[in-house]
């Protein structure tokens, strides 16, 4: 092990660098190889607004819910989100499409595209046909992953012109039926862009995946948004050789899926072709992902019923969920001093070969969730419809069973 640390120390050294904002890990899974023959939509994300919540939209066609940035009033963008009529979509900002102009942004459009796109497409047709009229330079780049209650499912790499379409559901272009993406194009330059070991990681993780069954919701926010495993390095956390008494308990955030950046983790669960769309769930992590809980959410009764815990509270313009997670995050990235030592993290916070880090006991109050909500959803899939009286009870048993899961660890937090 005196080895590996000096390995380490080298590392921390080259791997000091500012981690860009919007550096996101996603996939799209056709329905043709998820046990139960429904699609999913899986979007990590990276960004400097750490505070993130989930809002209800009254759109022109079509009603949604998505992730926002917690400190707007009136959100333009949003940045994962299904519609009433079972069409999802999420984006990755590419790093490797466009040659930007000194001072410009990066996908300035990517956030109010895909907010124009729940209120207006029903299916991913219909989103290639948003596309091909939008007025060029569209301004976006972007890796674009949708779902429709039809069935579709596809990865769209996307530049201010044209766009490239990677379908989950075509053998020849996803030969294990899912299309994985982070932060550089296939279409774009060669070895440039962002987020390379990360698609590695992710692609170990989801290519055995595939072929054991294992892609569910819970599988994909267990394993995979808080696997801490770095091809590179040859190294997994969670195998304890990095908690004490082997080390202090330290190690860097770098090229894990979950890092300090990392503000909400959701699953689009679609519907198979025949299905009514309102089954569509979003399961949805707001926060630092190893130190959230995941909550179902659906776009029916959302203008009423949408939890108070993913909402924003309007005194504090903080959703509860996110700020419970952003408060233990903060414990695990306690050390400020000097430039870069806030990616030094406390391992042993998070995760011990014993149990009983905020992960682990957070994953317990997860599992209880999925336990409690998975019976009633497919209850509502056997009915054809949502219950909306059982969906707002739900609702507030979910509410009570997190709260209790993290009371110990945050004990008078003023929003719990």
Not at 131 to 155: F, R
Not at 338 to 354: A, C, F, H, V
Not at 375 to 403: C, F, H, K, N
Request: with cysteine; proline share 6%; glycine share 10%.
């Amino acid at each position: 092990m005196k080895g590996i640390g000096i390995f380490f120390i080298a590392a921390a050294v080259l791997l000091f660098t500012a981690v860009p904002a919007h550096a996101c890990s996603s996939v799209v899974i056709s329905g043709k190889v998820t046990p139960d023959g429904r699609p999913l939509l899986w979007k990590h994300r990276d960004s400097d607004y750490l505070q993130n919540s989930v809002k209800f939209f009254k759109g022109e066609k079509y009603s949604f819910i998505a992730i926002v940035n917690s400190v707007e009033d009136d959100p333009t963008d949003v940045w994962m989100g299904v519609n009433s009529a079972g069409f999802a979509i999420m984006n990755t900002q590419s790093f490797n499409l466009v040659d930007v102009a000194p001072g410009e942004e990066r996908g300035a459009a990517n956030g109010r595209i895909m907010r124009r796109a729940l209120e207006i497409c029903a299916t991913v047709e219909d989103f290639h046909h948003f596309l091909d009229t939008l007025a060029k330079p569209s301004m976006i780049e972007a890796s674009l992953g949708v779902i429709d209650a039809q069935g579709g499912a596809q990865m769209l790499e996307v530049d201010y012109y044209k766009y490239v379409v990677y379908d989950a559901n075509d053998p020849a272009v996803a030969p294990h039926g899912y299309v994985a993406r982070t932060n550089f194009s296939f279409t774009g330059d060669v070895n440039e862009g962002l987020g390379q070991v990360r698609y590695l990681i992710e692609e170990g993780l989801l290519m055995p995946g595939s072929g054991m069954g294992l892609f569910t919701p819970q599988w994909i926010l267990t394993d995979v948004a808080r696997c801490f495993e770095n091809p590179i390095m040859g190294i997994d956390l969670r195998s304890g050789d990095f908690n004490k008494p082997r080390t202090n308990g330290w190690f860097i955030d770098y090229d894990f899926i979950s890092r300090r950046g990392s503000t909400s983790s959701a699953v689009v669960q679609g519907v198979r072709p025949g299905e009514n769309p309102e089954l569509s769930v979003m399961w949805t992590i707001l926060g630092y992902p190893p130190t959230g809980v995941a909550m179902p959410l659906w776009v029916k009764g959302a203008d009423k019923y949408l939890p108070a815990l993913v909402a924003r509270d309007e005194a504090t313009k903080l959703s509860p969920l996110c700020d419970f997670s952003q408060t233990l995050a903060d414990r695990v990235y306690s050390y400020h001093q000097g430039d870069g030592t806030d990616r030094y993290m406390n391992w042993e916070l998070l995760w011990r070969p014993s149990g009983g880090g905020y992960m682990q006991q957070l994953l317990e109050v997860e599992d209880q969730v999925f336990d409690v909500s998975e019976p009633i959803i497919d209850g509502w899939r056997e009915a054809g419809r949502i219950d909306v009286g059982q969906m707002s009870g739900l609702y507030l048993m979910l509410d009570g069973l997190i709260r209790d899961g993290y009371r110990p660890l945050l004990g008078t937090h003023p929003l719990l």
